[in-house]
């Protein structure tokens, strides 16, 4: 008779692998986007197995459905926002499917952090931070994105607000929203026209890392 005790063993033994699976396949994304020689096409598929990654480690441990869920929006978005490098002449419908994709995440992260009774009152000046820059940032940069501006401002605002939200669920949580938050806005500086060495690789590992420290904080805290 197999005992309560070996299925959990075996559930961290495939939790282990799958964490590991995510390291590993991030580092050799992260690894292959910097070089110039390999084909696009690879990059993209790489990227794309991210989430799914971090989804399996995610379902090993318990996680719940709404969580999946949202990796899966969030596969999607990674897919859509660096497809349109394939087809540049729908550049602005693959960038703001991508959002839409991302922006559905943020809420279902919202939701998930906000119905938990675990969840703390954010901290005043956590709210004033996040306030400040969303105001700033899209009173700065939000006239030159054109046709995007009033999109960017409903997905920054839903950034912002999921990004101080973490911040009430732990210390942890609450860094991998902030660098969430960092991530985005490295993003929007390329709808700009503002890039510098190692922007995008800046991205990726920011992302990378972020989703790692929240969605690891929402498992352990069964969110």
Not at 45 to 69: I, Q
Not at 162 to 174: E, H, V
């Amino acid at each position: 008779m197999i005992k309560h005790s070996d299925l959990h063993k075996n559930s961290s033994v495939d939790g282990t692998f799958y964490k590991y699976l995510y390291y590993s396949v991030s580092a050799l994304f992260v690894l292959l986007e910097a070089q110039n020689w390999v084909d696009f096409k690879l990059i993209l598929l790489l990227k794309t197995l991210l989430m799914p990654c971090l989804a399996l480690y995610a379902h090993s441990e318990g996680a719940s459905r709404v969580l999946l869920a949202a990796l899966g929006f969030a596969c999607l978005g990674d897919f859509t926002l660096d497809y349109l490098r394939l087809d540049q002449q729908s550049e602005d419908m693959w960038f703001m499917s991508g959002m839409l994709s991302f922006l559905v995440m943020q809420f279902l992260y919202i939701l998930l952090m906000r119905s938990n009774p675990i969840h703390r009152v954010i901290p005043k000046q956590v709210t004033i931070f996040y306030a400040l820059f969303f105001f700033f940032g899209n009173a700065t940069l939000g006239p030159h994105l054109g046709p995007l501006q009033i999109p960017v401002i409903f997905y920054s605002a839903a950034l912002s607000y999921m990004a101080a939200t973490s911040s009430g669920i732990s210390i942890k949580a609450g860094l991998g929203g902030l660098i969430f938050w960092v991530s985005d806005f490295l993003i929007i500086f390329k709808q700009l026209g503002i890039e510098f060495d190692g922007r995008a690789s800046l991205v990726y590992v920011t992302y990378i890392v972020a989703q790692w420290l929240i969605v690891d904080e929402m498992i352990k805290k069964k969110l």
